[in-house]
């Protein structure tokens, strides 16, 4: 049973740029979610996919867009990089219902952004 | 205020200790918590959750406590494969599910 997919593992980018981190859900789940851990941080919530739409948005900028295909896989794009976007970014896949607490999280991306 | 608060760390302690974690958190309205735990440089993996009655799973047990919105975790003879960063989780559950997480606590259990 595959879990959670994310590419690339790693990544490296130049301020002004933009990149996209890719993730396939494990089997069976639906709802994708992104967070941001920044070094010594705990995740930050950046938005949740359901049905190929966003809905939920944490504290982040216009700057992180995402999106979802209709196998439930989805990307996350961030343009206009800045030094302080470099970060390990997690995505986690799930039930879409709210009692649900059975997450599953990928491996991660880890962007540096120099 | 931040929504879920743990302690700043990092908790050094030797093989067998008793090592205690505590986290606050800011919504009444949670609905679930958890405890994660994360190793250097990998994903957050879900530990154990917490029940308003307590619960243990091994040397593992956590506690809730709603009306003082306070989540604890008590690991009892400290291995050194513990060592890790611990990770107090809220799930506010309004409709959608999605985690807050705490900042994190490092262990460091040594020989």
């Known amino acids: 049973d595959a879990g959670v997919t994310q590419s690339p593992t790693h990544l490296i980018k130049t301020r002004g740029q933009q990149v996209t981190l890719r993730c396939s859900p494990k089997s069976g789940h639906d709802t994708v979610s992104w967070y941001q851990q920044a070094l010594g941080q705990g995740p930050q919530f950046i938005f949740q996919?359901?049905?190929?739409?966003?809905?939920q948005r944490g504290n982040f900028p216009d700057r992180f867009s995402g999106h979802q295909f209709p196998n439930y896989s989805s990307e996350l794009n961030v343009n206009a990089l800045l030094l302080g976007d470099s970060a390990l970014y997690l995505c986690a896949s799930s039930f879409p219902d709210g009692d649900n607490y059975g997450y599953t999280f990928g491996s991660g991306t880890r962007l540096t952004v120099v | 205020r931040k929504e879920v608060e743990q302690d700043p760390g990092p908790f050094n302690v030797p093989e067998g200790a008793t090592v205690a974690f505590n986290c606050t958190y800011s919504n009444s309205a949670s609905q679930s918590f958890f405890w994660y735990r994360q190793d250097c440089r990998k994903e957050p993996k879900l530990l154990m959750s917490v029940y308003s009655s307590g619960n243990e799973d091994g040397r593992f047990t956590a506690q809730l406590n709603r009306a003082s919105q306070y989540i604890s975790l008590l690991i009892r003879d400290s291995k050194l494969s513990d060592s890790a960063t611990y990770l107090c989780v809220v799930n506010k559950g309004s409709g959608y599910s999605t985690l807050t997480f705490g900042k994190g606590t490092m262990l460091l259990v040594s020989p």
């Open positions: 996919y359901y049905e190929e739409e966003e809905r």
